[in-house]
């Protein structure tokens, strides 16, 4: 099956600077990578998805780029906020089609 | 609509007992999804299914069964807790149309084993 690799665990910014986390994957049928916010004791909520066939895409200060060749795709968060911080999941879609793959998890911290 | 519901939101058992964690979604998704998650960690599939009649396993199956005799319905079984059972339950449903996904996180289940 997918394995997904995500970096760094744990991450701290100060207030609006970048934070940027990285995903890679290992099978190359998959063609569906969402990334999702999880605030502590709440549900994960997707903030941003990538398909294969694009190469990035934005959405307001979230931004997510996709490397098909090497295989790799990262969410960029640009001006951070406090409320930015939460922990962060990516995730790829099996070549089946059935099951999505998360990484492990990027807790960010913003610090005013 | 109400989106993914579990049932309870918090449980306590013994070693030994048995407790069926339930999922229900009112979205016509055809595809449910139950994850595990360990503190600090990612989340783990334990068993999914993707319409009603038909169940998978994930990547963490021993421990749990599942049935999906209703598209709203997505019930997840502890015949016999352990404390590796100790986590957050989340089920998930999604639909597939066009490449979208639509995929929806239940508010968890918070499951100790003692």
């Known amino acids: 099956g997918e394995n997904v690799e995500q970096h760094p665990s744990t991450l701290s910014v100060q207030e609006g600077d970048s934070a940027v986390i990285k995903c890679t994957y290992s099978?190359?049928?998959?063609?569906?990578f969402p990334w999702y916010k999880q605030e502590l004791g709440k549900r994960p909520q997707l903030i941003i998805d990538i398909r294969s066939n694009v190469g990035e895409k934005k959405d307001q200060r979230i931004a997510v780029t996709l490397n098909k060749t090497a295989k790799h795709f990262s969410l960029h968060i640009t001006e951070t906020q406090p409320e930015d911080s939460a922990v962060y999941f990516c995730a790829a879609l099996g070549n089946t089609g059935n099951q999505f793959y998360f990484g492990t998890g990027t807790s960010l911290t913003v610090i005013p | 609509n109400a989106g993914v519901t579990q049932t309870p939101k918090f449980r306590i058992l013994k070693i030994g007992q048995s407790m069926t964690l339930q999922c229900t979604q009112d979205?016509?998704?055809?595809?449910m999804y139950w994850y595990r998650q360990d503190p600090g960690m990612g989340l783990k599939l334990i068993y999914y299914?993707?319409?009603?009649?038909?169940?998978d396993k994930g990547e963490v199956p021993n421990g749990y069964n599942v049935s999906r005799s209703t598209t709203e319905d997505f019930p997840l079984r502890l015949e016999l807790a352990a404390p590796s059972q100790t986590s957050v339950y989340f089920c998930?449903?999604?639909?597939?149309?066009?490449?979208?996904?639509?995929?929806?996180f239940g508010s968890g289940t918070r499951l100790t084993v003692v």
């Open positions: 299914s993707v319409g009603a009649g038909i169940t």
């Open positions: 998930a449903s999604s639909y597939r149309q066009g490449g979208n996904y639509g995929y929806t």
């Open positions: 979205m016509n998704h055809n595809y």
């Open positions: 099978d190359s049928a998959s063609n569906y």
